[in-house]
C-alpha cells in the first residue's frame, strides 16, 4: 500500500468512525432513558412521586407511529401526558391548530390513553368562544385541559368564572384531577405572599408551577399553605422543570457557561432568549439534573411538590435535525 493509498484509506477509516459515532446516539431512546431516571431517582425517596412529561408524545411508541409498540419501560415511568396546542396555538397564538397537526398528535394522545394514562391539554386561546370550543371538545375526548390566555403563562384566566368541572373532592392522584392551573411566570405578583394569597383561593385539582419565586424556592410552608382548595379539597401541587434546555436564570447556572462551553450546552433558543439546548444525555447535565443533594430535581423534593411536569421532551427533534 503507498502512502497516498495510505492516507486515504486513513481519511475514509475517520469519517466512517465519526458517522458511526454520530449514529449510536438515539436521541429519543436516550430522552426516554432521562425521564425513567428521573423518576427512578425522585421515587427511592417518594413512592408516589409524579412524572408528567409536556410535549415529545412520539416517545410511547417504540418505531413513533401511532400503530407501534408501546414502549414500556417509559409508559410505566410517568403518570400522565403534558401536551399543548392540541386545538390552539400550534402554528400561532389563539389560532386554531391546523387539521392534519392535530390528528398527528391526538393520535399519540390516544395510545396514552388506552393505556390509561391521563391526558393533560393546554390550549393558548382568548375568544370566549374558541375557549368554551376548547373545554368542550378535550371533555369529550377525555382529557383534562386548561384555556391558557397568555403564552407566558402569567396570568390565572378570568374566564370561564367557574373553573370547568369544578369539585370539592381530595385530589390524590392525576386520575382523580378534573381540572388544573398551569402558572410559570409570576411577573404578575408582587411579592410571594400574593402569589400564595391568590393561589390559596383557587378551585383548580391539580397546579403545574415553577418552584422558584423570582430566585427563592418555595418551601414546604409554602406549598401547605396552598396545597388545599379553597372549597377544602387537597390537591396536587406539580413543578415545572425544563430537561431538554438550560435556562441561565436557574439557580444552577454559572457565569462563565456560554454558548459552547461546557461542550453540552449546545445553542441558544432563538425564539426564547436565555434557554440553551443541551445533549441531555451527558452525564454532567444529568447531575444538575438529578441524583445530588444540589440537583433540581432534589430541590423539588425537599420543597415537597408532588411531581414534576418536565419540559422540552422534544428536545429529540432538534438533534435529529442539526
Partial sequence: MNSITKLLFVIVLFYCSSDSTV????????????????????????????????????????????????????????????????????????????????HYIKGYLELGKQNEI??????????????????????EFEYISFAANSRDLDQVPGYPEIIPNENN???????????????LNYQNFKTKDQLLDSLASLNYDLIIMDAFFWDEILTSDDLNRIRTKANGGQRLLISYMSIGEAEDYRFYWKDYWTEGFPDWLVKENPEWEGNYKVRYWDEEWKRVIYGTPDSYTQKILDAGFDGVYLDIIDGFWFFENM
Fill in 23 to 102: 449514529q449510536r446516539v438515539d436521541y429519543r431512546q436516550e430522552m426516554r432513558r432521562f425521564v425513567i431516571e428521573i423518576g427512578e431517582f425522585a421515587r427511592a425517596q417518594d413512592s408516589d412521586f409524579i412524572i408528567i412529561p409536556q410535549n415529545g408524545h412520539e416517545l410511547l411508541s417504540l418505531d413513533s407511529t401511532h400503530s407501534g409498540k408501546i414502549v414500556e419501560d417509559y409508559l410505566n415511568a410517568i403518570n400522565a401526558l403534558g401536551q399543548e396546542n392540541l386545538l390552539f396555538g400550534y402554528n400561532m397564538d389563539y389560532e386554531e391548530t391546523p387539521a392534519d397537526d392535530h
Fill in 118 to 139: 391521563p391526558v393533560l391539554i393546554t390550549d393558548y386561546v382568548i375568544d370566549v368562544d374558541k375557549v368554551d370550543h376548547s373545554y368542550r371538545k378535550n371533555r
Fill in 169 to 183: 373532592r381530595d385530589i390524590t392522584s392525576v386520575h382523580d384531577a378534573k381540572n388544573f392551573l398551569y402558572l
